[in-house]
């Protein structure tokens, strides 16, 4: 029953993106949200994220964008207590926003503070989470149930370590104590490598505490997702497992759900033990994790870690199975048994059961290496992918090849591209050691022939996975003895299809053009169809919008008649494009829905708000990758598409748009390649008499070194198409610029390189504005404390200016306004400047919503994206807003890095983006200390 | 890789591969939406008749362990998935579903779209099937499907209960209890015997004198297939059960025999309830249960609410609040529509046997 006591509510979030905690808790702490407010319950939110959903006003009632700081915390309850206008908040809610919401809880909890202000925890007990989080309490708990758990021991000191270890041998794992994402710890195979792992963890953990445990290497993983409820009814929402056996972050595993390995009795097995834990752990209502290691010779039993919170996981079970695991846990916390509720999706069930996939899903990690020069690349205990994509298919192979096309990395599927790789020596050698890129090794060792047998013993992958892609490897034998599209038998198509081939993938195997390939298809009338997510396997009756592609007979997405926008996707997190798109994208279908429209959303993002299936009228979870938004495209019909929103990857699909003759709403494409081509750029600044930095474009190295005779050193070399300023490098002689064209080639070979001057010492700041056609208006103007050099996604950027001078700033505003009415700028644009000696020079221009647009709209307090769609669409102009920029003195973008997951990575900072997220600061005024701090370190870090 | 074909009642026809033997097959049409447990449920003697579909995609893909099985051979009429595999890894099982269909004689589709098909048995309700991977003649395979009777009325459980008693267990345990066995479950006499109790396995037509003659503590009444209407034979022995005054327990087909010794009439359901993830809530406890379900008839709900005198719901569905779980007011008898046994399934509602036992 309804605790009808609770009124008011505190959400905690789980601040800044890293690695190992990103948009997934904005995920959770939305719905939960939103289900509390759904109770007539007021919300307040903590989050010192801005490019959350869940700290806009549509989500919450009371949002308070501070530091995740007790004292912050005290302040919210004090000034709640105090207000006659604000209700006093009667609970805290620390579940949703990961382990930094949980840590914080407990600090406030040590601290007396919600004693003080009659402040309920729910959802969770403490006693719970120092269980779970404190190793030695764990094992206990688990093996007082006599239940299975890795002979281990505590230690605290060096000598302690080197004890245990002497009593366990090697392989072992070290795990240190209360650390996120797996900090530290790391499996230790021979005894020369102990005395580093264990200085690693002992410093990584802040107790000191590390776990020294036998490795349990080869046997499968599980993860179960459970809630429970106050009567103590307990559910298993979803079964996933890892592709990737024992030794291998589940954050950095390919996960598929349902399990595909596991039969009945060792099923429940696991199910039983998972409750017996979660009951064990404590009396609280809400969502919890357990993970399991099998091992598949007697299919033993180890628990290995429990999460009594929502997690990444959680927030992909939701997706997986379309249960929302957070909205119904938000309804548990306030006292709602699991009996009283309906199930979201069919609405006429219940919420107490168990959902059942008729597809499989198949998560896919995201790492950005590239990023982090220096750091390893072997993956382990310590997570080190900064996104993921989910992919549903019918077939295991769909699934994972759908995943391959959502990650955005050049490959059109798993492998038959030409990044294959030939050497088998190479491949064996990455088979065993495990890389971000084993699985499409798996592939390549099999298509040359190594034995299943073989791959399954280095790997340590369960031998059906591999039979699966052994599978893939026999089709494309039998594809490649056609010679032209016209020779597929229809029925081997078909087969192709339903194994998640591309059209691309087939074209490459036969050296054909994809075009021919997929006139061929349809020609055979081979199209998509489009299946639901409906938790229940179309037992009952559901209206959910929630679908996803495969080839089968029946297509269940009815086109309707309304008006219809298209908002594509921003795709997996990663470095340079990571929350902040969603932020715009879910802004995007909720303005398109507030002008009567019907809002269709494209991602692969099981982490995001924006794939919350009850945010757009239609979502279709699908890669964001051509063929697939094709047949979307051609199977709904849409009025417009809106590619402004989603990044660089939604706009980089503008050109095929275009192409296709699909309309883009709001700006061209002619005109956001201008922006985006610098050649073209420059030119219009020039006619705009705009002075930008010299620059050249070589394609060579003779010709890079013949325009640094034209402009002088220090210069900024860069490829022409990159995210993020990837391998952007300032170089100040001959001989870098050419090592560094080199490099460039090398790792982008279809790319031209863009040399530009690089102004020493100047100033940074950039605009952020909308225009309608006839009105310009400035959203934000920020200044950099860093000087040019730092990326701006690395830079602590001010709002508004600081320091420039009034004519400075005049300057950029007029030639912001003049390069968005040459643009024919429909909608958003983001221009940098670089100032130096009170010269102002446009370093670039984004046809789009940029990194910076969330943090202003919060900053400010004016739903801009809500407008900036508006005036896309052209249902309103700007004149039809009132915009009231509200803020009293300063808020800083504060960025933020996850270095600690790379420890042999310096913190360098230059023109290629590092950092993984942002947190907003709001100072009064410029004698704030922290200000000072960051401005007098302001150069510090700038390196080439 | 051979064709087969899908033929239902209605003339929809669905199109696929061929799996296991080669060969034509008939029988009612349902669908099971676990995502574990197909050998168990290959094997669970309530779907003799029945034509299975399968709506978890993958089917086969950990094997076929000889011991994991509900009755000494496959029940099902034949079979229907997206993916079958043949390949496995389970390195505990024994052999790969083609051989094991191959061994029994199953003839199984795959490659059709299973949730088409599902959608469709949920909106026009059971029907009788055929599939063939012989022949693609309609107009042949639609003869032989007009000859296949329909499910109610039918009378199956004398085709698969035991050709004569046997017992199980240890003779000097606590309990005895003689189980009437209309096609029970393994796994049910493994928790009864699990629970010191001693059994006695009785074929599904054997008198009440018999059974009482072995001077039982208790009766159990078996899970099993067919209408139980057609089952007048178990009716009247149940009435003597009762009448003896000892603790019965039901479990599915057992309990819509109980109800019918009652007075109260069964119907057969539109589509069934055949799963492992169907919520039931326990109105005595006020918990709820995630329990196995396999069952195609079912205990008019009216009746049990009409006549509180006679008999109480103890257990209701969560989803359509049909009645899941009987006891008789006037004698010490109760039943679950539902698999506390599980197997395959979870194992939340094993307390009705502790309950059971508890009793004697």
Known sequence: MRDTSIQSVLIIGSGPIIIGQACEFDYSGSQASRSLREEGIKVALINSNPATIMTDPVTADYVYLRPLTPESIEQILQEHQEDPNL??????????????ALNLAIDCEKLGIWEKYRCRMIGVDTAAIETTENREAFKKLVSDLGLGVAPSFIANSYLEGKEAAQKIGFPLVIRPSYTLGGTGGGFVMVEEEFDEALKRGLNASPTHEVLVEKAVLGWKEYELELLR???????????????????????????????????????????????????????????????????????????????????????????????????????????????ELKNQITKTTSAYFEPTLDYVIVKMPRWNFEKFHGADHRLGLQMKSVGEVMAIGRTFNEALQKACQSQENNRTGLGADKKEWMRTEDILNRLEKVYDDRIYRVKDALRLGIPSKTVQKLTGIDPWFIGQIKNLVKLEDRLMRFNVAEDIPKDFFIDLKKNGYSDSQIAWLLRI???????????????????????????????????????????????????????????????????????????????????????????????????????????????????????????????????????????????DLDKKGWNIIGTSFNDMDIAEDRGRFSDLL???????????????????????????????????????????????????????????????????????????RAKEAEIDAIFDGDDFHIMGLMEHIEPAGIHSGDSSAVLPHYSLGPIVVQTMAEYAERIARALNIKGLINIQFAIKDDQVYVIEANPRASRTTPFIAKAYNVPYLNIATKVMLGTHKLKDFKIEQKLDGYAIKIPVFSFEKFPNVDKRLGPEMKSTGEAIYFIKDLKNPYFRELDRNRSMYLYN | MTKAILLLEDGTVFTGKAGGRVGTTTGEICFNTGMTGYQEIFTDPSYSGQVLVATNVHIGNYGIKDSEVESESIKIAGFVCRNFNIEYSRQMADRSIQDYFEKEGIVAIHDVDTRALVQHIRTRGAMNCIISSETDDLDELKKRLDATPPMAGLELSSHVTTGKPYTIGNEDARHRVAVMDFGVKKNILRCFDRRDCYLKVFPAKTDFSEVKAWDPDAYFLSNGPGDPAAMSYAVENIKKMLDDGKPLFGICLGQQLLALAAGLPTYKLHHGHRGINHPVKNLKSGKSEITSQNHGFGVHEEAVYDTPSLVEATHINLNDDTVEGIRLKNYPAFSVQYHPEASPGPHDARYLFDEFVAMM
């Open chain 1, 229 to 339: 409820d106050a009567l103590d009814n307990v559910v298993i929402i979803c079964t996933v497992e890892n592709l990737d056996p024992m030794g291998i972050h589940t954050g950095d595993s390919i996960t598929v759900a349902p399990a595909m390995t596991l039969s009945d009795t060792a099923y429940q097995d696991m199910r039983n033990q998972a409750i017996r834990i979660m009951r064990a752990l404590g009396n609280f209502a809400g969502g919890c994790n357990v993970q399991f290691a099998q091992n598949p010779e007697n299919e033993e039993l180890i628990a290995i870690e429990v999460n009594p919170r929502v997690s990444r996981s959680s927030a992909l079970a939701s997706k997986a199975t379309g249960y929302p695991i957070a909205k119904i846990a938000a309804k548990l916390a306030i006292g709602y048994s699991l009996d």
């Open chain 1, 686 to 760: 020039k006619d705009l008499d705009i002075p930008y930095p010299k620059y050249g474009v070589a394609n060579d190295v003779d010709a890079a070194l013949n325009i640094a005779r034209d402009i002088p050193y220090p210069l900024l070399v860069r490829p022409s198409y990159v995210l993020g300023g990837q391998r952007m490098k300032i170089v100040i002689n001959d001989n870098e610029l050419e090592r560094q064209v080199l490099s460039i080639f090398k790792h982008l070979p279809d790319n031209r390189v863009l040399i530009d001057q690089f102004l020493e």
């Open chain 1, 513 to 655: 053009h994809e075009r021919e390939v997929t006139q061929r298809r349809k020609e055979l009338g081979i199209r998509r169809v489009y299946k639901m997510v409906d938790t229940c396997a179309a037992e009952f009756e559901s209206k959910t919008n929630y679908f996803y592609s495969t080839f089968d007979d029946l297509n269940e997405s009815i086109v309707s008649d309304k008006k219809k926008i298209v908002v594509l996707g921003s795709g997996p997190n990663r470095i340079g494009q990571g929350i902040e798109f969603d932020y715009c994208c879910v802004h995007g279908v909720l303005a398109i829905r507030e002008v009567g429209y019907e809002a269709i959303m494209v991602n692969c993002n099981p982490e995001t708000v924006s794939t919350d299936f009850d945010m757009a009228d239609k979502l279709y979870f699908e890669p964001v990758f051509w063929e697939h938004l094709e047949e979307i495209l051609e199977h709904e019909k849409p009025d417009g598409v809106i590619v402004q929103l989603g990044g660089q990857t939604a706009l980089k699909l503008a050109e």
């Open chain 1, 87 to 100: 209700p006093t908040i009667d609970a805290v809610l620390p579940t949703m926003g990961g382990q930094t």
